[in-house]
């Protein structure tokens, strides 16, 4: 975009310092450098328009690549949490089973003493048979206990690995204000430099404008003292 500048400040320069028509306001610019500075420009604003595209690309290219990995940390996340649920969940299961076959056991083995002894007298057999009950019950609620633990320790653990996402959403966050920023800044730096160059254009496109006019009034005028009378201008330059 430099270049665009300099070839601007090039041709101002040329019509400051072109040399004069007597007579007129007019002036004579070397038509070939005029044209190899516009030349200049036309061939430079097509760079600057890839750069500031590559700006652009570049920009979506980071906001994918901050969405993607957002994402896959989230995903992970959750796989984890519902992995240990399911393994808690099935520790617990089999906790609470062996309590229940431990507890059927007793009752089948107290059964089988209890009728083994009956011949010893029915108040030892109910005695034998409330203490194996008591004991059931307990190691079944002890296996409740042990199922409820682990329940609640699994929840504790999804809790915990859910809540590192907040981390990973508050850098989403920060990247995707990054790159709004950046697109916020190039958009307005192309707009400056195309009100500049649109400026410099209109000044350049007036003089030129100008300059005809006055080249064909100025013939008009050498033509007047010798009966050739008005003559159609070259150019009918409108800017």
């Known amino acids: 975009m430099y270049r665009v500048f300099e070839a601007l ?3 101002v320069t040329i019509v400051e310092e072109a040399r004069g028509v007597p007579m007129t306001s ?3 610019v070397p038509r070939g450098d005029m044209l190899e500075l516009l030349d200049d420009v036309r061939d430079a604003l097509p760079r600057e328009v890839d750069d500031a595209q590559d700006v652009l690309d570049k920009r979506d290219e980071v906001l994918q690549k901050a969405r993607s990995e957002a994402h896959e940390t989230v995903t992970h996340a959750n796989q984890e949490a519902e992995t240990t649920v399911a393994q808690a969940s099935d520790e617990a299961q089999r906790l609470l089973s062996d309590a229940q076959a431990r507890a059927e056991q007793i009752m089948a083995d107290a059964h089988a003493e209890a009728e083994r002894m009956i011949a010893a007298g029915q108040a030892e057999y109910q005695n034998l048979v409330e203490r194996s009950r008591s004991e059931s019950e307990r190691m079944i609620q002890a296996g409740r206990e042990a199922y ?8 504790h653990e999804q809790a915990r690995l859910v809540s590192q996402t907040e981390v990973v959403q508050a850098a989403h966050a920060e990247s995707a204000r990054i790159v709004d920023q950046a697109h916020v800044e190039a958009d307005q730096q192309r707009t400056e430099c195309d009100a500049y160059v649109d400026g410099k254009l209109a000044e350049f496109s007036e003089l030129l404008s100008t300059t005809l006019r006055t080249v064909d009034s100025g013939r008009n005028h050498l033509r007047a003292p010798a009966g050739l009378g008005q003559r159609t201008p070259l150019y009918d330059y409108q800017p």
């Open 26 to 28: 007019s002036c004579v």
């Open 9 to 11: 400040d090039e041709l």
């Open 148 to 155: 409820d633990r682990a329940i609640e320790d699994a929840r």
